[in-house]
């Protein structure tokens, strides 16, 4: 999303710098950027369709590759219901505004209910209280971080990962300027990050206890009389049920749950209440708990009565040029929940999606309704997934696989066809999804930087041209067939034609900042082509109740979904806390991406970084030194690791990061298998989970640690 400067010789990149013209990053670039150059040149990513037959892929034609996965895919679907065929959906489609435009057609041509996408390992707990709360599942608010005066952060290390549903450039500026403006940072993390070394306030959480502490800086609010909603009382339900909900949760009762002291809870919930602007923001590590819907609501709710929603240096709703919530809302697809269920395991849709949790039970367990195809988009489930051992084996298991995807890797080896869509500098670029999460409201639209060959495709027309070609094969009845499949694959071959340009300009010129009568410059595509560093549309303003698309057009404080889970919460109270083993969390590093990033040599330099990091203390207690090789086990199995000593760490808790292990069998990635580390996944586990949203409880998973032979 940051201005980047490409300097290159029409073939290959010379060098990849922070655009200083940039009005909104300002010249800031983080690592991950400078790595464009590197997927660009890379030799080992792929040019051309490739086919497998036993362990040998050979390239073939674009022709040959989309009918052969179109032919598959038919007559699976003839055969055991459109159902069998699934639909992997990855992160990298968030940033790649063609592919999100004719991904949903495609959905439609493919007409599965079985989706799965990284979201259900990933922000669905936010989208779902979003969704829940004020109506739309992209409703999420972000801090207003360049007015605030107070942030508290949970689970969320934006130093290193530049901020998430939270899109802002240079993230270490700005949480300084709010310690000059005398502001206060709070980070609630069970490791001393990168980010909670600038915090003012930093509590050593256990992990997946997020939605206790939470509750019970609700609990103190109400109960000192602190709940001050303002202007959101207005049109606002729920206070005095929310009152009820957390009167349990006391400082008292969750201290010792939490690892967090009553006077700690106490001290931060008063002053989050005394803070004329304050932002309440969790990420990641909030959503990877067994009580992670939970913590998403709490979240949002603590904004709420502290009267911070939808103002000035709280948390913000943006007005984007490309406006996806609005446009959504039109289309219908503002979000649902629970519609129907899973299979195997009962659990709940969500946005027309399953948990991804659930994908290789799905595939694994026989009966009608079993899968028995997949086509995975820009996703890599085999390393991102839970239990990634048991994925490979399911993936290995299937009657077809294609893979939409650039790289032979750890996925896409088990796949029969892959199509490979162009670089990223190939590729023209703007953010449709992320600019609607962005500190500001900004557009910036970029050209490609290099002509690609015509043999090249990016995602969008793939996409376009198998929703094409599977919109034809549909079976139709009787004698309208025919003509309906001639007007199906005409409509096909228009949007073709369109290209996502277009579509992207009619956002623009419909959108809040697009052309009206009485503007003198609205936002048009060739005004951003224009304006080759981006336009700068201000601060984030106040959006509500206007944009609220809750059916009463008001805030539900307390979602029945929610309401009814909080029992299960409760019940957590009860339970004897046990510090005596070890729990195992995640962490992300500046020179990677997930995991997709480690065969740019910039990126994959130096040292070993897939290092299990321990406290130095509870490494002496098992007879463990810095350095050494440890053997991680779980339940679902064990990885060989470098042992690193680090007090930055809580007692108990060791972490390691996610999206290595590339030392399996039949990819080629010459870089990445160099230092291949070991996936955090295969030993992660697919049956702890969040039983209300299905989400996977990455954080906390039981481990040993022993010294390897
Ligand atoms: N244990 C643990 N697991 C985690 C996490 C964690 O914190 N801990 N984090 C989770 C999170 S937040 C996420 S988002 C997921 C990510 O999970 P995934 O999205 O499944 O995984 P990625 O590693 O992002 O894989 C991206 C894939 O897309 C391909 N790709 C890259 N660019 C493009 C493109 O432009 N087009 C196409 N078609 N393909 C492309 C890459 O080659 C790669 O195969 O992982 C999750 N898994
Ligand atoms: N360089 C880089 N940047 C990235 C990515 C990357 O892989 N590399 N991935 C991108 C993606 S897909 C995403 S979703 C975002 C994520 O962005 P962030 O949410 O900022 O991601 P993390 O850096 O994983 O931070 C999560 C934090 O949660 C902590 N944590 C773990 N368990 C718990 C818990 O139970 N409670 C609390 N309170 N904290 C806990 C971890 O220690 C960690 O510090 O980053 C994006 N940016
Ligand atoms: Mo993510």
Redesign the pocket.
Known sequence: MCGVVVEHDGERVLKIRGDDADPWSRGYL?P?ATALGDLHDDPDRLRTPMRRIGSAWTPCSWNDALDLVVENITRLQQRHGRDAVALYTG?PMAHNFGGLLYGVPFMDALGTKSRFSATSI??LPHMLAALLMFGHQLLMPVPDLDRTEFLLM?????L?????ILSAPGIKDRLRGLKARGGELVV????R?ETAMLADTFLE?R????ALLLAAFLEVLFREKLIAPGRLAAFTDGFEELERHVRPFTPERVASHTGIATEHIVGVARRLSAAKRAAVYG????C??AFAGLAGWLVYALNIVTGNLDREGGVMFTTPAFDIVALTQTLGKGGSFGRYQSRVRGLPEFGGELPAATLAEEIETPGAGQLRALVTLAGNPVLSTPNGRRMDRALASLEFMVSIDPYLNETTRHATVILPPVSQLEQSHYDVALAAFAVRNVARYSEPCFERGPEQKADWEILSALTTRLLAKRPGGGVLARPLQGLAQALGKAAEGLGPERILDVGLRIGPHGPRPWKRAGVTLSRLRRSTHGVDLGALVSRFPERLATPNRRIALVPDAFAADVARLERELARPVDDGGLVL??????????SWLHNSPRMAKGRDRCSLLMHPKDAASRGLVHGQRVVLTSRTGSIEVPLQLIDRMRRGVV?LPH?FGHDRDGMALRVASVQPGKSINDITDEERIDPLTGVVAF??VPVTVTPAA
């Open positions: 983080c991950k992160n990933d922000q949970l689970g969320a290390n934006p290193v990962s530049n901020g998430s609630v993390d069970p490791r990050t959480i992990p997946g206890t997020d990420r990641v590590g909030v990877h708990s969390i995640g962490r992300r590093q500046l020179r990677t991406n997930n972490s999206g954080s906390g």
